[in-house]
């Protein structure tokens, strides 16, 4: 992705794109503090009208008691795990392998915690009632993370999650949802953002994937949780001075596309299906259950490219700026719709669908 | 300092103020935007241009190989004093009993990094070489806060610096600076920054202090260090998809008021020596040496606040918005100059001292 490459390039240079929901610029800034008036105070230390308003209004909307703002899900997360951790006195917690804390974050919950993970499911499917029943060591707390990101944004049946919840509390183990795309599955799982978060005993959202803010996190709970959230989130350096830039833009984001979740995700539907039709293309899940969903192309990367490239020149139509490779003769990408698709001219994206089918066909 | 604090209160009527760059609202970030592309690209997980120029400008300033930005201090400090631990195999550092990472930070350092400080000096005075030389237990790093902003912002003299600097390098102790505020004494020691930071092997500085921006810190040192410093920066939580509205108004700022240090410094002399020609206060140090100091009455706050607010309602002049309690009989509150100093009309500072001065000698 870098701005040598030619795929980045041409991405770049197409008229509209199939995915995202536009530039990652400082524009997205000025849109959202277009119209505050500058005279509104600061938060100060994780205090302040700014923070506390925008923290009573994601708790309400997700059915929690209180809520506290962060810098980033990476810091909430992992001191979500810490207290139910520090709660039973056991430095042992349940995810998937695929988890962003097991992937992404340079082991912090190790390295800052000392909290050990037991992998459950594994890279081909989500976790299930069976993995959490058949743990042989005891854990404080069960992370689920839905849509589970890395696997193309799967989900479990909502009983499952349901049958989940019930043997954790009948266990003590605490349950806690990494929802950093939460918003984005209410339209599938059809059920209210409270009726989810009231199955786990801790909620973390984040406000830059479906809501396309700046940077910023949620995590909610109750008020005996959330309090030593907020000592955990000092002690992490992330109680800053302001966090109002973030909050500001999550707020205004939130309000604009909270309620197009369900466009998007029609929209994936919709643009999965154009995916399915072609030879030697397939998406990840079939049918997305919500926003996002991976595409794979049993082609090599360096032969797909210069595919994509032309494709991209003859429609104006950009459908990814990378491809990740997967193997030698596969390679794949990651869809997230946002406010870009809708404006892709729908005969055009007929054209850039035609034209990959018979690309990929008579290679 | 709450809304509903008569003192604050009055402060926040009155038409020049004494201390500060002013109220922290929005439109310090609207201010620091106004005339940014909105076509910019957002950084990208510590890349990208707008995070590697800034770095890379702060870096040179301080004469530092490279320099790495972070959202808070009390991340980027903790992680140096954690490299500089792991280096060693030593969990033990030195610092002053009031120094920040002591005071503020609910014990991240303890808590996170399990460090074990060892307290040098007391709450009179900063650290000299006898303190260091008289350490009876090895160290892995030595801290300096340069201004010791808890004692009213001392220091100690440059020679003091050069000769523990030697003392630990000799000694295999890496020296870190908390340079929270080094901008603000660099016109003291008629020193530049780099002659300063090159006594010192990390050094980290803030940009809303001195600088008055938003929130934002950067740490700086070798290239081995500060490539260190972004893996934990990534495990804190730290490593934000956009820190750029931090960023661009930390250089914005930057570039304002960097060169206003040296009249900060003469301004904050001016005021001490205005305060300390009054009955029964007296400031800490006696003539400051940078823009900060400690304001003392020997009146209790109970008696003093209701002579501010007359003061503050006859000359339309604030001189600070809380006192802080430091026994029955005794007060102080912090001063640190900024822009809105020169905006006070001299005849009108004037009549604020000539009327403390009454009250306080005729109470």
Redesign the interface.
């Known amino acids: 992705m870098s701005e040598q490459d030619p795929l980045w390039q041409a991405f770049k240079q197409t008229s509209y794109q199939a995915s995202g929901h536009g ?8 849109d959202a ?1 277009a119209d ?7 938060d ?1 230390y994780g205090t302040g009208k700014v923070i506390e308003d925008f923290q009573e209004k994601i708790a309400k909307f997700l059915g929690k008691e209180t809520a506290v703002f ?7 997360q ?1 001191i979500a795990l810490r207290i139910w951790c520090d709660e039973k006195g056991l430095k042992k917690v349940a995810y998937h392998p695929l988890c962003h804390l097991e992937l ?5 919950l190790k ?3 000392h909290i050990e993970p037991v992998l459950l499911a594994d890279e081909t499917r989500v976790i299930e009632l069976e993995d959490v029943v058949g743990l042989e060591e005891e854990i404080a707390c069960l992370l689920l993370e839905l849509p589970q990101r890395e696997i193309g944004g799967q989900l479990p049946d909502y009983e499952t999650i349901v049958s989940i919840s019930s043997y954790c509390r009948e266990k003590g183990i605490k349950l806690h949802l990494d929802g950093a795309r939460l918003f984005e599955i209410i339209p599938y799982y059809q059920k209210s953002a409270v009726e989810i978060c009231e199955l786990f005993d801790s909620v973390y959202v984040s406000f ?1 994937k479906g809501i396309g803010g ?2 910023g996190a949620i995590l909610a709970g109750d008020k005996e949780f959330t309090e030593q959230s907020k ?2 989130k ?13 909050i ?1 833009s999550s707020d205004y984001y939130f309000d604009k596309r909270v309620s197009k979740m369900e466009q998007y995700y029609e929209e994936a539907k919709q643009l999965a299906a154009l995916f399915n039709q072609c030879h030697s293309v397939k998406t990840m899940p079939v049918v997305p259950v919500s926003n996002m969903f991976h595409v794979h192309f049993d082609v090599g990367k360096e032969e797909l490219e210069p595919i994509l490239i032309e494709i991209y020149k003859e429609t104006g139509v950009g459908l990814t700026s990378y491809l990740r490779e997967t193997s030698e003769s596969a390679c794949s990408y990651e869809v997230s719709i946002g406010d870009q698709y809708e404006q892709v001219p729908k005969v055009r994206l007929e054209t850039v669908f035609e034209l990959l089918n018979e690309k990929l066909s008579t290679r």
């Open positions: 530039k990652r610029n400082m524009q997205v800034l000025k503090f505050i008036d500058g005279s509104l105070a600061s100060g962060f810098p980033s899900g990476t810091m909430a992992q992404h974050e340079e082991d912090g390295e800052l915690h830059y700046i940077a000592v955990w000092r002690r992490h350096g992330g109680d800053l001075i302001s966090l109002y830039p973030y500001v």
